[in-house]
């Protein structure tokens, strides 16, 4: 099952090296090494079959969603802490899978996003034939993973560039409208250059998973409207000082969220109308950070929150029990 | 003549399992010859086992009362062939708990001699509708479809209720097992003169005899006796091939689209469930004056030489079916009683075919249940329940000993089908839990009706306590009141008497 998962994610992967360049290949083999190291060390310590353990692909998914959640230059010690405190702390410390409240790579994002701010806002410019960028090669990009420095006469602000995402949440600040925002060549079609490409592979790969049934709709379905919703009617009333759904929908971590995030089912809801709850709720929290927190974007906060969430969820969407009084007396 | 129809209610979740069915059908019914010795169990059905009326030594003939049926759940047993009563004793049997039973054990003669009908009995339409259930009662009769609830005594509980439908079912939607489909290609006529004795006995007017989509032979036997018989009130239905619905509540739910409710019967929603094979069973008893000595089973699988159904003589053992159907394969490596979702595995086959054994099927290898790996909530196990509950929760509650949560979530309206183990990714083997748990939630219920016991005896112990003091108490100042009353020399004289009595001591 979580083979498939990764199977899945591969489109997205090469579109995110094609317009992110080889940084993310780094940050997946760095975060997959110390997932499964910390899984490892985990079972060990508990006790339990390490085989058993690593067999069933789990951590390497970790990995892999953190890979997708960093920037393609990423120093590698942020990455290793995100990926420990992920398996170590979010998932072992919890009971291992299956007992995890958080999702775990969510966890181990939120993690270094608080405590590297710096390293984790730095996005290189996207791939744009039409404009100016400076890009770094397969070997000062594996340097900076290494060592944290850039090559000499290359500053942060030369080779970076910021997210559409942090671009219109500081438009917005700045009060520019979003139709002048959209003006600039890097916010693409929807939702930014090569991001709404990313998004394109991304939901391939969730489309497949649909279909193989190793998800469900419920949640991918709830985390699309949660969004878009409020986000379509903010639009209609006010297309100014509201970005427009198709942007929220293609920038950021969102088709990600809906297909791959959200649909872990150890941390989701279980009952088929609770995992519609969740994915809505999810998706409403992603646009009211969007909108109104001071983090660019709320995929990680998002999910983590709903997961607090799952246990009343459950027990409040449990479905009609064959043969029970329909309407559920209080007791 | 009436066709299967398709206007059906919902049935939430269930498999579609493969069947092997194809095995055992091939060929007819064989009968199984008279062994030479018969062992019957004197509790071939739930309830109150049957009372013993014969001694050792005693020669009885087929069909003749052997044990009483005893208690208000009961059900007599008769002799399956005529020979000599040998023991009465514990006996290996296939149920589901304990590995022993008391069995009358007979020693065949090879002549099988019937047992002369007391009486000549009317035809089952002149009789009043009571009489025919407590004649229902004497023929020992069952439920065939595996519950082996006895029929008489669930006929008279249905009378009490507002009925519309009589519903047969003949849907057998557990693999492996073809008793039921060849009954109903052979004995078509059986069946459905049963169903109408039953409507005689209830009173109903409808009665719907219910087939899965994968016995087309079997309803269009069915079709074609009902168009003989010309009796417009029975009606032909068919269903998807889907486990399980065959259970009682899910065919009610099937056909008639209503909800069994929780802890009830389905006569509270106005049906009454019978087994095709009970049906058949009943017509034998009235009609043919022969009670319930014999029944058709399956024995199958690949473990076994050449799978079929046969006709036997309860009491007949295991090892004597699977001889009869040219013994085990060399691969056999299993043996169930019942079919593989919901049967029991037995260590031995010297146990005897009773008035439950539907089938007998032996595997070449149990089924792999794979390494169990913790819940990781996937939910495909809520997907295929046909009640609707949520195993993943259960399961959870269930680790966890949280007797309300477990209440809350429907933990006993489990029909334990087996479906989310058989989808369950992590192999965790949810129906074995949920039936310990059930276990624990009955013993809990126990310990607290035997504290409420407890506290109530010391209750009335403490209250006797306190009123015999309060008794002695007034006895105590009647007695001083009159020493005041006697006055001084009285008092003197008490006294006198005490210290008398202590110096005596």
Known sequence: ?331 | MSAPTYDLGKLHGGLRLEGHKSESTAQAIYRVPVPAQLVLPIAQHVGDAAQPIVGIGERVLKGQLIAEAYGTLGAPVHASSSGKIVAIEPWPVARRYGDNAPCIIIESDGEDRAIEPAETRPSYDSLRPDVLLSMILQGGIVGLGGAVFPTAQKLMQAVTCELTYLILNGVECEPYISCDDMLMREHAREVLSGAQILMHALSLDVAYIVVESDKPQAIQRLAEVMGELDDERLVLKQVPTIYPSGGEDQLVQLVTNLEVPTGGLPTDVGCLVQNVGTAAAIYKWIADHEPLVSRITTVTGDGIAQPMNVEARLGTTVADIVNFAGGYTERAQQLIIGGPMTGKSVTTDRVPIVKATNCILVLSEAPSAGVERPCIRCGECAEVCPIQLLPQQLFWYACADDESKLRRHGLTDCIECGCCDLVCPSHIPLTADFRKAKGRMQELADEKARAERARQRFEARSRRLEKEQRERDSELAEQKEAAKKAGPAAIAEILKRKQQQSGDD
């Open chain 1, 1 to 331: 099952m979580m083979l498939h998962v990764l199977l899945a994610l591969a489109p997205a992967a090469l579109a995110h090296v094609w317009y992110f360049g080889p940084g993310f290949l780094f940050n997946l083999i760095i975060a997959s090494a110390f997932c499964v190291a910390g899984e490892a060390l985990m079972t060990h310590a508990r006790g339990r079959d390490i085989e058993a353990a690593l067999s069933d692909y789990s951590s390497l998914v970790t990995a892999a969603l953190l890979a997708f959640a960093l920037p393609s230059l990423t120093p590698w010690w942020v990455t290793a802490t995100g990926a420990l405190f992920a398996v170590v702390a979010a998932k072992h410390l919890y009971g291992g899978i299956g007992f995890n409240v958080f999702n775990p790579a969510m966890a181990g994002y939120v993690v270094i996003l608080v405590t590297f701010p710096l390293e984790m806002n730095l996005w290189v410019a996207p791939r744009m034939g039409d404009i100016d960028y400076i890009s770094l090669t397969i070997m000062q990009t594996l340097a900076y993973t290494v060592t944290g420095s850039l090559p000499d006469g290359l500053s942060f602000d030369a080779i970076s560039r910021a997210t559409p995402l942090d671009a219109v949440q500081s438009g917005f600040r700045d009060m520019r409208t979003f139709a002048e925002l959209s003006v600039n060549p890097m916010m693409g079609d929807f939702g930014g250059r090569g991001w709404e490409w990313i998004g394109n592979f991304t939901a391939i790969g969730g489309f497949w998973l649909l279909v193989r049934k190793i998800i469900r709709w419920q949640i991918p379905t709830g985390v699309f409207a949660g969004l878009l919703l409020p986000a379509g009617l903010m639009y209609l009333v006010d297309p100014g000082t509201n970005a427009s759904p198709g942007f929220h929908l293609f920038s950021g971590a969102t088709i990600l969220c809906a297909f791959f995030i959200a649909t872990d089912p150890v941390s989701a809801a279980t009952s088929a109308k609770g995992r519609v709850v969740y994915g809505f709720g999810i998706g409403l929290l992603i646009f009211a950070i969007r909108r109104w927190g001071s983090f660019a974007d709320g995929v990680a906060f998002a999910v983590l929150l709903m997961n607090m969430a799952v246990p009343a969820i459950d027990y409040l969407t449990r479905p009609h029990i064959v043969g029970h009084p329909l309407r559920r007396g209080r007791q």
